[in-house]
Nanobody, 122 residues
Framework: QVQLVESGGGLVQAGGSLRLSCTPSGRTFSNYAMGWFRQAPGKERVFVAAISRSGGSTTYTDSVKGRFTISRDNAKNTVYLQMNSLKADDTAVYYC???????????????WGQGTQVTVSS
């Protein structure tokens, strides 16, 4: 079993930045592809970004390309989501996810975190 703990959410003004962190426990971090999803009020949970087990490959949903950056530090067992130029539409609960193979928009990851709230005021 993998437990994912997110941190770094909060309230920020439009145009500002936040960095989310996620630390898994219970298994070898480098064995898992990692990703971030988000769920806005009244909407379904959707894919945001993913990174391969080695960190050599990343993917993003179109709406965050050029603004968000996913990265991982396997030595620190942590995956990050750097969010810049935040917009009101980015307001959502952000969920960290882990999978033994890969994470993409159409996949359902093996493990989920509890979520962290990001609120962007306009």
């Amino acid at each position: 079993q993998v437990q994912l703990v997110e941190s770094g959410g909060g309230l920020v003004q439009a145009g500002g930045s936040l960095r989310l962190s996620c630390t898994p426990s219970g298994r070898t971090f480098s064995n898992y592809a990692m990703g971030w999803f988000r769920q806005a009020p009244g909407k379904e949970r959707v894919f945001v970004a993913a990174i391969s087990r080695s960190g050599g490959s990343t993917t993003y949903t179109d709406s965050v390309k050029g603004r968000f950056t996913i990265s991982r530090d396997n030595a620190k067992n942590t995956v990050y989501l750097q969010m810049n130029s935040l917009k009101a539409d980015d307001t959502a609960v952000y969920y960290c996810a882990a999978d033994r193979f890969r994470i993409a928009a159409a996949t359902i990851p093996d493990y989920w975190g509890q979520g962290t709230q990001v609120t962007v005021s306009s």
